[in-house]
């Protein structure tokens, strides 16, 4: 290795950087190891915010010391003296405002607003993004992407409350279905004409849409947000069709904005939509610079151009590769490229929904094994002849079967071969 390998920073303290940093102590790195992160907790699971945290599940036992999970056991990524021994040292509450590649020393701002420099021989980029947020001041709509965000929603959670959920993503209809699992009246607003649109194939989101229906929420398709109304707080949501809906309560899902701004005229090349520009050993343009996560827009071989995941397997995978290839780099050796499966899942209702490869955008679909009718079922999606993704609903077993036909190219009509011989 390299004699000036020794300093390493991590920017971003969210699954990515953890998994990053852990990586790098597994493969064999002892030199410096600092962590930036701009919020206040430790490294923790998203997933669970849209969940367990909103309906109480999961919560520390009476007596015991939260810490920062904040009552959540759901929330724990490791435990702490895992944690501890990475021996990094966590820079928290603090943000990123600047990178100098040149000099290679990254600029953050703790938050009393004071500024310091760290110096780096590779550093990697993590910060991810954060919610988009409605255009409103009104007291009662919020955002669900941290766990402050999470505990502002779950103590405004109230059984006999009104929740409107705007947007139709994984995250609105998480958080749809945890408000019916504590009896609130729920309207799910999409502007789309299936909810899931740059997810999945519209034939599968038909049955996501009648999955939220049967179970008591109020769907409402191809309607967009044109207001909200209310005194001090939202009382009510205007939609584009002319109709309100009564709110106590609103969560809104409607994009995000990548945590990117701080690398303007570094030399780390942006792309349009803001995120980080790799190869495909998920290096930047910027020499020992590095991103992972949600922000990192890299060339995949099997699904054709350039893709960005917003994934919570993709994070942990992507940073035990870069971690990889940043010491495949000091040592002189060869990296290794990163060509996932991208999988995704989600619970809703006690149904777990699994997604492998792409579900967007499919030409063809079909459900190779049980029925939408039956809410139990594996489907295939392809596109161009080739097979793209695998979406299952309370079929995990045959679902992760099919990981398998996505590590290569495989045709449309040897995917059907295949399912048709299991």
């Known amino acids: 290795m390299r004699e000036s390998m020794d300093r ?15 990586a790098l102590r ?14 206040e907790h430790r490294p923790y699971s998203r997933p669970p915010l849209s969940k367990e945290v909103l309906t109480g599940v999961g919560l520390a036992p009476s007596g015991g010391d939260p810490g920062w999970l904040a009552g959540h056991r759901a929330l724990q990524l490791r435990d702490e003296t895992v944690v501890e021994a990475i021996g990094a040292d966590f820079r928290l509450g603090r943000s990123a405002v600047g990178l100098d590649t040149d000099a290679r020393r990254v600029h953050v701002q703790g938050p009393e607003g004071e500024e310091e420099s760290l110096s780096y021989d590779a550093l990697v980029v993590a910060t991810g993004a954060r919610a988009r947020r409605p255009e409103t001041d009104l007291a009662g709509v919020h955002v669900l992407r941290t766990l402050d965000d999470a505990e502002a929603v779950r103590s405004e959670f109230d059984s006999g409350g009104r929740l409107v959920v705007v947007g139709g993503g994984f995250v609105g209809a998480e958080v749809a279905a945890s408000a019916r699992a504590v009896g609130m009246d729920v309207t799910l607003v999409e502007a789309e004409q299936t909810p899931l649109t740059r997810v999945v194939h519209p034939a599968v989101g038909e049955v996501l849409t009648e999955l939220h229906r049967e179970n008591g929420v109020d769907v409402r398709l191809g309607v967009s947000v044109t207001g909200y109304e209310g005194g001090s707080r939202v009382e009510r949501v205007r939609l584009s069709d002319g109709s309100t ?10 994009g995000v904005h990548l945590n990117t701004e701080w690398l303007r005229g570094s030399g780390v090349e942006l792309l349009e939509d803001g995120s980080v520009a790799c190869d495909e050993y998920s290096a930047t343009s910027a020499p020992g610079v590095y991103a992972v996560g949600d922000l990192a827009n890299w060339p995949h071989p099997r699904f054709g151009g350039r893709i960005r995941l917003e994934h919570w397997t993709n994070a942990a995978e992507q940073g035990e590769i870069a971690a990889r290839n940043i010491l495949a780099w000091a ?18 209702y006690k149904m777990k929904i699994q997604l492998l490869g792409q579900g967007t955008p499919a030409d063809q679909v ?15 999606l392809g596109r161009d002849g080739m097979l793209t993704g695998v979406v299952g ?13 996505l590590e290569e190219p495989t045709t449309w009509e040897q995917a059907l071969a295949a399912a048709g011989s299991s």
């Open 245 to 254: 809906v009564p709110a106590t309560l609103v969560v809104a899902g409607i």
């Open 26 to 39: 597994a493969q064999g790195y002892l030199g410096g190891l600092t962590i930036v992160g701009e919020e």
């Open 393 to 405: 609903l309370r079929s995990t077993p045959r679902t992760m079967r099919y990981r398998r036909l």
């Open 331 to 348: 040592a002189g050796e060869e990296p290794t490229p990163f060509t996932p499966v991208p999988y995704f899942w989600s619970d809703q």
């Open 8 to 22: 390493i920073v991590v920017v971003g303290a969210g699954m990515a950087g953890l998994h990053t940093a852990e």
């Open 366 to 380: 079909s459900f190779v094994h049980g029925s939408p009718d039956d809410r139990k079922f594996v489907a295939f």
